[in-house]
C-alpha cells in the first residue's frame, strides 16, 4: 500500500503537542476493561478542550468475550450505557467498527466507524488544523481507515496507547498483541503519530479502591458506575491499586505537559512481539512518563461537578 509522503516539516508541524481546543474522535474497546470507561468520560467532561466528534467501537477478545466481533459489540453497548450515564445524546456519535482484526494489509474491513473516520478526515483540508484519532484499543480501525484511504494521513493525528516502553523486553501488550498488521500500519505508515507505551510509562496511572470511593462513587450515576466496576476486580481492596491507563491518550490532549514526549524515529514491530530500531526511518511522538495526579485531579474534579447536576 503507497501511503503519501509526508515533508518532514509538515510532519514535525503535525507532531506539535496541541495547545488550544481539539477535535477528536475516540476508538475505544470499551468493555475489554475499565480503563477506556474512564477516558471516554474524562473525554467527554472536557468540552473547553476536547471536542468529541465520533465514538467508534473497537474488537477485542479476552475473557470478558468470546471473540473480536462479541467484543466490538459489548463495547458498543458499553459506550451507550456511559452516555446514558452521563445525559449525552448518542444519536450521530456512536459507530460499531470492525468485526475482526485485519490480517493482511490488502484486506481492510470497511464498516460503519471506518466509513465515518474516513468521511470526517476527508472533509478537512490539509491546512486545516487535524483531527485527532484518539485510540485505545486494537488499532485495526484506525488502520482499515488508512488502508480504504491513504490521503487521510495528511489530515489526522493518531494518539495511540498500545505496547510498552522501549526499554521493556517485550512488546506484548494487549491493543498491539491482538493485532500486529495494524499496529505495524500506524508504524510504518507514516500518519502523525503519538505513541503512548503501557508498561513504564502508562502503567504509572495508578488508583485504589478508597480514592474512587472518596473521589468518584459519590458523583452522580456515571461516578458510582466507574468506582463500582472498579471495586468488582477485587476481592481484598487492602493495598491494592488498579492501572486506569487509557486516561493518559486524553490527559495529553488536555494538557500536553502531563504526558512528557519527545521525537524518535519510528520503532518496527516484529512478529517476536518486540521493537526493533532504525534510524533512517521518519519521526513519530513517543510518551516517556505520566503526571499522575494533575490527571486525576482534573477527571475527579469534573466528575465532582456530577455529585450537584
Known amino acids: 500500500?503507497?501511503?503519501?509522503?509526508?515533508?518532514?516539516?509538515?510532519?514535525?508541524?503535525?507532531?506539535?503537542?496541541?495547545?488550544?481546543?481539539?477535535?477528536?474522535?475516540?476508538?475505544?474497546?470499551?468493555?475489554?476493561?475499565?480503563?477506556?470507561?474512564?477516558?471516554?468520560?474524562?473525554?467527554?467532561?472536557?468540552?473547553?478542550?476536547?471536542?468529541?466528534?465520533?465514538?467508534?467501537?473497537?474488537?477485542?477478545?479476552?475473557?470478558?468475550?468470546?471473540?473480536?466481533?462479541?467484543?466490538?459489540?459489548?463495547?458498543?453497548?458499553?459506550?451507550?450505557?456511559?452516555?446514558?450515564?452521563?445525559?449525552?445524546?448518542?444519536?450521530?456519535?456512536?459507530?460499531?467498527?470492525?468485526?475482526?482484526?485485519?490480517?493482511?494489509?490488502?484486506?481492510?474491513?470497511?464498516?460503519?466507524?471506518?466509513?465515518?473516520?474516513?468521511?470526517?478526515?476527508?472533509?478537512?483540508?490539509?491546512?486545516?488544523?487535524?483531527?485527532?484519532?484518539?485510540?485505545?484499543?486494537?488499532a485495526t480501525n484506525v488502520a482499515s481507515a488508512l488502508l480504504c484511504e491513504p490521503r487521510i494521513i495528511e489530515r489526522i493525528v493518531v494518539v495511540w496507547l498500545g505496547g510498552h516502553a522501549f526499554h521493556w523486553p517485550h512488546t506484548k501488550e494487549f491493543n498491539l498483541y491482538q493485532d500486529i498488521p495494524s499496529a505495524r500500519i500506524l508504524f510504518d505508515s507514516g500518519v502523525p503519530l503519538v505513541h503512548i507505551p503501557c508498561m513504564g510509562v502508562a502503567s504509572h496511572l495508578l488508583t485504589t479502591v478508597a480514592e474512587l470511593d472518596r473521589y468518584v462513587g459519590p458523583c452522580g450515576a456515571v461516578g458510582a458506575y466507574l468506582a463500582r466496576i472498579v471495586r468488582e476486580y477485587t476481592d481484598d481492596p487492602f493495598a491494592w491499586s488498579k492501572v486506569i491507563w487509557d486516561v493518559a491518550a486524553v490527559g495529553y490532549l488536555l494538557d500536553p505537559d502531563w504526558v512528557p514526549t519527545h521525537l524518535v524515529h519510528s520503532p518496527i514491530v516484529t512478529d517476536q512481539g518486540t521493537w526493533s530500531f532504525d534510524t533512517s526511518r521518519h519521526l513519530i511522538r513517543s510518551a516517556v512518563y505520566v503526571q499522575r495526579d494533575p490527571i486525576f485531579r482534573d477527571l475527579f474534579s469534573k466528575l465532582g461537578a456530577e455529585r450537584v447536576r
Open 1 to 138: 500500500m503507497n501511503f503519501p509522503g509526508l515533508s518532514p516539516q509538515f510532519r514535525l508541524q503535525r507532531l506539535e503537542p496541541p495547545r488550544g481546543r481539539v477535535s477528536l474522535v475516540l476508538d475505544t474497546d470499551a468493555y475489554n476493561e475499565v480503563d477506556d470507561q474512564f477516558a471516554l468520560v474524562h473525554a467527554l467532561l472536557s468540552p473547553e478542550k476536547l471536542r468529541v466528534e465520533a465514538v467508534y467501537a473497537a474488537p477485542f477478545h479476552n475473557c470478558r468475550s468470546p471473540g473480536p466481533a462479541d467484543g466490538m459489540e459489548r463495547s458498543f453497548e458499553e459506550i451507550l450505557r456511559l452516555l446514558e450515564l452521563l445525559d449525552h445524546p448518542a444519536a450521530g456519535l456512536v459507530y460499531r467498527g470492525a468485526t475482526s482484526f485485519l490480517r493482511a494489509p490488502s484486506e481492510p474491513e470497511a464498516n460503519d466507524a471506518v466509513e465515518d473516520l474516513v468521511r470526517r478526515a476527508m472533509a478537512r483540508s490539509v491546512d486545516d488544523p487535524p483531527l485527532y484519532v484518539v485510540a485505545i484499543g486494537a
